[in-house]
């Protein structure tokens, strides 16, 4: 017989940060040894949810097709607050929907996940080590990631192009932090988690890069993050 939905098991009242952590990690595990929870997944789970929804992580993720939350993670309907963009930036209507979910949906986690792989990574790469002019029609999803590819680039990382992925979820993950008072807020009061991830694309392995939050001060309404 087969078990339970995400959806169905998930519990009555929302979890800490932590928690919500440990079951992504959880998810991510089940998901590497191929017990897929998502074969039980029916249209019947969104019953449930037409009250509304209370999902454990909102993430921040690339738009990449290889790179789905809720099938990395082994999560069902209702569990995980997707917005996704290529190169996994934020702009203020990225910033606008995770503070959304985490001021009225009372989201305990942001995780930032870019993938190895990343075409809009190797996009800004290729700008800045000259072997591509900048496609104004790009401009909006490259420019944001160039100092994170800097970044990469002065630390002397044997592989450049994962520590450019690396840095880019952590540089966006660190801006969230302060980038809106009710965002900087939640975390002094320890009721939301802001963390990095980098999905490794030969695996399916979704690494968290320190799970620690970043510190958040005080801070007026969020700037665009785009072009920090």
Known sequence: MSGPSPAAAAPAGPPTPDEALAQ?????A??????????????????????GQ???????????????????FNQG????????????????????????AVKHL??????????????????????????????PSLEEMIVPIIPAVLDARRSGAPDMA??????NARR???????????????IAKGTLKVVAAVKHMHSGEVRFLGEGSPAAGPTASGPVLEHA
């Not at 992504?24 to 991510?28: F, P, V």
């Not at 809009?120 to 700008?127: G, P, Q, S, Y």
């Not at 994962?162 to 840095?167: H, L, M, N, Q, T």
């Open 24 to 28: 992504l990690k959880a998810g991510n």
């Open 30 to 51: 089940a998901f590497l040894r191929g017990e897929n929870n998502l074969g039980h997944v029916h249209a019947g789970d969104l019953d449930e949810l037409q009250g």
């Open 54 to 72: 209370h999902p454990i992580a909102t993430v921040v993720g690339c738009a990449d097709s290889r790179t789905p939350p809720t099938i990395l």
């Open 77 to 100: 309907f209702g569990r995980l607050f997707s917005i996704r963009v290529a190169g996994n930036t934020v702009d203020r209507r990225g910033l606008a929907s995770i503070v959304y």
């Open 106 to 135: 009372h989201c305990p986690l942001v995780v930032v996940m870019g993938h190895t792989g990343c075409g809009a990574v190797a996009a800004a790469e290729a700008i800045v080590d000259g072997r591509a002019p900048l496609d």
């Open 162 to 167: 994962v520590r450019a992925v690396e840095e």
């Open 172 to 186: 966006v993950a660190e801006k969230l932090a302060t980038a809106d008072t009710s965002l900087a807020q939640a």
